[in-house]
């Protein structure tokens, strides 16, 4: 899906010239590692926008089947169509430097190890952003059952043993679409690798006969008679309750990186300021948790790989409450908080089943990087970005079940 990978350098005055050496070892490196372990390329169908960035996608509309009599006029009834659009409009970048003195001494370790991070980084952006348009989809399943993706949903525990109520679960959003006409044989089950845990303790199904390409790209057997992908992107999302203004001390963990409650903001990186009431604070949490503006006299910035970390993750003021979603897995959140109110809920993960193909994706030629000198400097510094749209049609919706499940339940 990346033909060539194009680099282009807007300084024709630069202090050092090793544009061939990034080309060949950066460029390819990320190339080839996101046609390895793109799992969007293996869900989606790919659309080709060779011209412009926006392709019509016509649809047409169902006729519903009528009897005829001998001798008696049919009703004909106008066919109706429409068109939806796949638009590229997303342009996900990942910067980096280097001083000029580090490529002399240290190029060969530093190169696969910056390669590989813009790498991961844009993998997991577009997997991210793939995988949230189950929250599209027409169907779901939740604690209440079976139903269309509408109003607010619960999500269910799963459990093992002999209780066990996965089969059921899977089993029963499979049968939704299989009863609508999908083509079952073409279905895929997406999980993270908590819950592929529990399908593995009930037999997945695994084979030797598939291709490395395919394990690289998420493909872990089969359940239930569907295709099993493990990713680590799925959407999730979780409530911060905080009606009482947290105390010294007091912290939050969201995906690993800890924010503490201080009543001097200081230095000490994850720091967030007790603010006059608890909407306030909770501000404050929101712009440290996103990395908005306040950073030195709200909150204090988080370190570079915790930044990473929060890729993805987003945080939303509401009345005594922060809510939370996640495009980058179960966000594995807890607290320790003086008031025992101010707590997080049940954290829900959305699971996928859907169609091959449901989705639709268009990645604007390849992977590109720019270069630039830092001024006054031996500094290069490079932009690696792709270009890409996403599009659930109409029909794509019908053939995707959104599988809500509660990855950690709520505080006590």
């Not at 002999?162 to 997406?190: E, P, R």
């Not at 872990?220 to 099993?228: A, E, S």
């Amino acid at each position: 899906m990346f033909p060539s990978l194009i680099y282009t350098n807007i300084n024709k005055n630069m202090s050092n010239d090793f544009a061939g050496v990034v080309k060949q070892h950066w460029a390819n490196m990320i190339e080839d590692n996101l046609q390895k372990t793109l799992l969007a390329t293996e869900l989606c169908e790919m659309v080709d926008i060779p011209n412009g960035t926006t392709k019509n996608l016509p649809n047409v509309s169902f006729q519903a089947s009528t009897d005829y009599t001998k001798y008696t006029a049919v009703t004909f009834k106008d066919a109706k169509t429409g068109t939806e659009q796949l638009v590229i409009n997303v342009t996900p970048v990942v910067p980096f430097q280097i001083d000029d003195l580090d490529v002399e001494d240290n190029y060969i370790s530093m190169a696969p190890e910056l390669t590989r991070n813009a790498s991961y980084m844009l993998k997991s952006r577009i997997d991210g952003d793939v995988l949230a348009e189950v929250l599209n989809a027409k169907w779901k399943y939740d604690n209440a059952g079976v139903g269309l993706n509408a109003g607010t949903l619960t999500p269910v525990a799963l459990t093992t043993g002999a209780s066990q109520n996965i089969s059921t679960v899977f089993g029963m959003a499979k049968a939704l679409l299989t009863n609508t006409g999908v083509n079952a044989s073409n279905l895929c089950l997406v999980v993270d690798s908590f819950t592929l845990v529990a399908l593995t303790t009930l037999g997945l199904e695994t084979f030797g006969d598939k291709a490395t390409e395919a394990y690289e790209k998420g493909f872990r057997g089969m359940f239930g008679g569907m295709k099993v992908y493990e990713a680590s992107n799925l959407t999730s999302s979780t409530v911060l309750d905080i009606a009482t203004n947290p105390t010294a001390a007091d912290y939050v963990v969201v995906q690993g990186v800890t924010f503490t409650f201080v009543a001097s903001v200081g230095t000490t990186a994850g720091n967030v300021l007790i603010g006059a009431s608890a909407d306030a604070t909770a501000q404050n949490l929101v712009a440290a948790v996103n990395g908005a503006a306040g950073a030195g006299t709200t909150y204090v910035e988080v370190g570079a790989d915790a930044r990473a970390t929060l890729s993805g993750i987003t945080a939303t003021d509401g009345t005594d409450l922060v809510s939370f979603v996640s495009k980058r897995g179960a966000l594995l959140a807890s607290s320790s908080m003086t008031a025992a109110a101010n707590d997080f809920r049940v954290q829900a993960l959305n699971c996928a089943i859907m169609e091959k193909g449901a989705i639709k994706l268009s990645i604007r030629d390849s992977v590109k990087i720019k270069q630039q000198s830092k001024n006054g400097t031996l500094v290069e510094e490079y932009l690696v970005y792709a270009r890409y749209g996403l599009k659930t049609t109409v029909r794509g919706a019908e053939r995707m079940v959104r599988v809500l499940v509660s990855s950690i339940s709520a505080e006590a």
